[in-house]
């Protein structure tokens, strides 16, 4: 975090100042301890709960369901297991994505409800399953959930189409922040884009959630331009761009 001559960058969210807007304690399994901060008009909030190891809900104190939701065992080393409305062309609730991870779209058991109960989020609560990834009886997670706010964020997906004039990612504001994921294959890496590091097209200065790796210009295929009202892949890169794979992305504007 502050080593001596080393740069860093870092993104933040502000919730409610570090004040809970609610929490409860667990009155059986399907209703967990948590507290929760909520930004309902930034489409943001965080959730800390504790696992029953049971189906259960959770409020997440916004207005809308939430399009993105990342969780992390707190007491284990497990995966960031992440919830994407647009992980899947129908029932993305039985889908989850891995924030550390190159797994597209993935069914975690035969039943597809281990990390969110095969329930879609609802405007009050978003739902837990029983695997260990996201409800351990006794364990501690965090969750962060989102959605998009008309100006500024946005989630959603695109298809790629494997030329250099990528396709049009309309966001409806000059997104300063933007995270994009393969959904639908694997062994693809997520890619992190930015304005302050990006400040002249192409933004080529990448990122990678899921790896250690330093930041660095990679080769065009995976470059972007960001635009005032969206952004646009300039490359071919499998990764970001390869024709006809279904991409998510989370963008946010300054």
């Not at 800390?48 to 992390?72: F, V």
Request: aromatic content about 12%; some cysteine; proline content about 5%.
């Amino acid at each position: 975090l502050n080593f001596d001559g080393d740069t860093y960058v870092s993104w933040n969210w502000k919730a409610n100042g570090g004040v809970a807007t609610a929490s409860a304690s667990e009155v059986d399994n399907a209703n967990p301890a948590y507290s929760q901060q909520a930004n309902p008009t930034a489409g943001f909030s965080i959730i800390t709960y504790t696992g029953t190891g049971a189906n259960a809900t959770i409020p997440h104190g916004l207005t809308l369901a939430p399009e993105l939701i990342i969780t992390k065992s707190r007491s284990d080393a497990d995966h960031w297991y992440t919830y994407s409305k647009y992980a899947a062309a129908s029932n993305p609730e039985q889908y989850e994505l891995y924030l550390n991870l190159k797994l597209g779209s993935y069914k975690d058991g035969s039943d597809n409800t281990r990390a969110w109960n095969a329930t879609l989020p609802t405007t009050s609560v978003f739902s837990l399953g029983d695997t260990d990834g996201t409800n351990e009886d006794g364990d501690n997670y965090v969750a962060y959930c989102f959605h998009s706010v008309e100006g500024y964020s946005k989630f959603g997906s695109y298809t790629g189409n494997g030329d250099g004039d990528g396709s049009f990612v309309y966001t409806g504001f000059s997104p300063a922040f933007i995270i994009t994921k393969c959904s639908s294959h694997a062994s693809t890496n997520w890619f992190l884009h930015d304005q302050v590091r990006n400040p002249i097209n192409p933004a080529n200065i990448n990122m990678h959630p899921n790896l250690p790796n330093v930041e660095g210009s990679v080769t065009t295929t995976h470059h972007i331009d960001i635009l005032s009202n969206g952004y646009k892949p300039r490359g071919t890169g499998a990764e970001i761009n390869g024709s006809g794979r279904i991409y998510i992305y989370m963008a946010f504007g300054s």
